[in-house]
């Protein structure tokens, strides 16, 4: 059968089942990062649906049109903000801020080098608006008001109303909808300038907190070796505190490729925490569709419903392995319980 409908469906489905025990999950937990993914899947499950029926009985311009706003904008960054507020106690808001600002840059770049018509004053306006909540983040992380979090989410929330209002009133040359000439992928070549740089902007910001929030939980969580010793003890000289945040990135990073040999031996005796390969998991899954879906809008449409499946078997995966997440394996919205788990 066509590759273009079958992926679809099945990440449609898969994603529609994931939003499910989110759902259940959050009725049980009540916590606000659980609603976040729940919201960010239902988009996933949503952009695939349109691309299942696209590829199954043909497009039309309000198909393309949901499936642009749902999938090239939406998805990402519901799924980053849910990692957001996941890791909105710890300093995760540096990494936050950075990844506002590579978006906002990354857009600007991204406009300068291939000159999308009827982009406006869009790029310069992205690239102001990243830079300074970038650094309200900054600062409020600085001073550990966890309230930054709320900064993001109303960057995306208000992102999403108004990315909305944009892709409903826009004027699309006939037929309405375009799709790879080659492969048959929908691509959002019809869409102007300042409508197509929304989509670095998003995807950037969502699948950098997604994937890196999965790899910083993964590091919190392994065995480390410390190589690179920083402080970020705010009791420290302003100064040496100044210099010891410059240095923690590398340091991080530098540590965590240290610590890797004893987490592998941990897991092959069974005794790593579960939420580490859990954690590396949704980092892979936030990964993969990013890199295709990236390729995709450079006109390599190939890979993207193969790595659209992948993300989302990568972060279903993920969901389930973590003890975390599933002291309760059960039927979702009942009491019936197929498998229980002991806490490591």
Known sequence: MDPNVILPLASSLLSFAFFVFLIDQWRERHRS???IWAVGMLWYALSAGTEFIGGA???SEPLYRAWYLIGAVWVAGWLGLGTVYLLGKTRFGYSFALSLGLAGLFTFLSWRRYDYPNSGVAPYAYLGIAVVLGLVIVVMTWRRDARWVHVAGAVVGIGTLISGLMVLTVTLPPPGWIVNPDTHIPTGELFPGYLRLLTPFFNITGAYALTLGALYSTYVFMPKRR???YSLDRRQPLARRLGNLVVAPLAIVVNFVASIPAAVGLLVRGRLNSRVPAT????????????TSGAN???ATSGFFVGELLGVVFLFSGFLVS????REIRIPFTHVVIARRAEA
Do not use: D, K, N, S
Request: aromatic content about 14%; proline content about 4%.
């Open 33 to 35: 990062y659980q609603l």
């Open 57 to 59: 009985h043909g497009w």
């Open 227 to 229: 190589v690179m010793r």
């Open 280 to 291: 590396i998991l949704i980092a892979l899954g936030g990964l993969i569709p990013a890199i």
């Open 297 to 299: 809008r450079f006109g």
């Open 323 to 326: 003890i975390e997440v599933f």
